[in-house]
């Protein structure tokens, strides 16, 4: 009999989210190892798939509501996932985080049931609360929710993470956790390199544009740019609560999209000469690894990155991208002119890309996490 497992997630194909299409290639990549998958979702309206989607009676938290609504979506998500989980029937559980108070609900159903579950970290909470200046670490919720985090990794089955910086911070915080890296990657039946690039040189952004983004960077060297009659262009794919700025400019040479479908981004991206990936510098910047760098591999696209950080030095030691600071603009600004003035040194970016894209499949990287789950039910059905 196949194993069933059931994937609880705020978002699911095909919205854009990182979220929605990450876990879509983890329920398919179970779907073809032969578990009978349900992914139990907010998303209202959901793509054919060979997996089974149920979507919630309730809504997804949103980075457009106010904190104390935001929060309150969470509970009361969470609330229903403890429901679904509580009365189900499944073998193993994946639970994808944030929305972290959501899943923490997920995490006790399963705790209460018995049922194994693996714990998908995609972003640090609640040290996100901590940057972010919501709570603070000492405080009676901070120690809570702390404490909240560490028994949610004691008891999961496997604990994944998106960036080798969050698997060690996650390490340190249970001795007991099992952690695995399980990196974004890209789609690859949708991402090649194009043939041929947009006529002026384009510099391409695209994604969510929320708390830890940096629009005011982006505007800064397009108006220089501007300024100095250059022949740069930048292109802004995305939406979120920070992209007032880009939404209400007016420089000529930036073209704000907003938000578009999934399936047009591949396309309008692999044109670009250039990616930027322009976060705020703090320690969740610091260990993240966004979903539009491995994106921009998938193209052949090369990157600018800010903070430095784990993601800037894998581009960097691969050289097929630099990283900066945030306050380093005008080095920034300096780069993506050399590089639109040396188009040979851009086309060995590109080439160095080519040679590493593959590794950063979806497919294969959501096939070695199957395997790892598989392996680790055996061991404990088996003890």
Known sequence: MARRIGIFCDSYRPENKAVAVRLYHLAEAFARHDYAVTVVTATRFTEPSPVRVRRIVTIAPSNLQSNIVRLLSEVIMGMEFFVRILFSRYHIVLLSSPPFLSMAFGAFACKLRGIPYVFDVRDEYPEVYFTAGLL???????????????????????????????????????????????????????????????????????????????????????????????????????????????????????????MVHYDAIPDAIAHAHLGISFRTDDLISRNAFPVKL????????????????????????????????????????????????????????????????????RTEISDDLVRTVTSLLDNRRNS
């Open 136 to 258: 603070s670490p000492t405080s009676i919720i901070g120690r809570i929710l702390l404490s909240i985090e560490r028994a949610i990794y004691n008891n999961a089955l496997l604990v994944t993470s998106v960036t080798q910086g969050i698997c060690t911070r996650i390490g340190k915080k249970s001795m007991k956790a099992t952690v695995k890296l399980v990196r974004n990657g890209y789609d690859g039946q949708k991402f090649f390199p194009a043939s041929d690039l947009y006529p002026n040189f384009t510099v391409v952004f695209h994604g969510n544009m929320g708390r830890f983004q940096d629009p005011d960077l982006i505007l800064k060297l397009a108006s220089k740019a501007h300024e100095e009659k250059r022949n740069i262009e930048f292109l802004i794919i995305g939406w979120g609560n920070n992209d007032i700025l880009l939404s209400e400019q007016a420089l000529p040479n930036v073209r704000y999209l907003g």
């Open 294 to 361: 491995y994106e921009y591999i998938g193209v052949g696209v090369p990157a600018l990155i800010t903070p430095r950080s784990e993601a800037g030095e894998f581009f960097e030691s691969k050289q097929i991208g630099y990283q900066f600071n945030p306050d380093e603009w005008q080095e920034i600004y300096s780069k993506i002119v050399y590089l639109a003035d040396h188009p040979d040194d851009l086309s060995k970016l590109r080439k160095n890309i080519l040679e590493e894209r593959k590794a950063f499949s």
